[in-house]
């Protein structure tokens, strides 16, 4: 059974920043591929950023510059760092682990999410 638990979301003004971290336990391979994923009010879930096990990165356009995703491969850890957070980042962010190509991510296995909220 694969478990992936988020941290560290929570309230922070705009221009402000947070960083999120996701534990992967269980039979979760080291050789998958990572991501966050985030899902607003009314709108539909989007990939945010997503890294293989050899490190290499994709984001969404509307996050790249602020945004910066790392994996700890010997942590089984993968970590989302935000900054210059605007109210628009405001949803709730799941950690996710499966298979990509290059241009394709599939998401197995999905956290229980994390909200983060961008608001004076």
């Known amino acids: 059974q694969v478990q992936l638990v988020e941290s560290g979301g929570g309230l922070v003004q705009p221009g402000g920043s947070l960083r999120l971290s996701c534990a992967a336990s269980?039979?979760?391979?080291?050789?998958?591929?990572m991501g966050w994923h985030r899902q607003a009010p009314g709108k539909q879930r989007e990939l945010v950023a997503r890294?293989?096990?050899?490190?290499?990165?994709k984001y969404a356009d509307s996050v790249k510059g602020r945004f910066t995703i790392s994996r700890d491969n010997a942590k089984n850890t993968l970590y989302l760092q935000m900054n210059t957070l605007k109210p628009e980042d405001t949803a709730v962010y799941f950690c996710?682990?499966?298979?990509?190509?290059?241009?394709?991510?599939?998401?197995?296995?999905w956290g229980q999410g994390t909200q983060v909220t961008v608001s004076s």
């Open positions: 269980g039979s979760i391979s080291r050789n998958n591929t």
């Open positions: 890294i293989t096990s050899g490190g290499a990165t």
């Open positions: 996710t682990s499966g298979r990509s190509g290059a241009s394709y991510y599939l998401a197995d296995y």
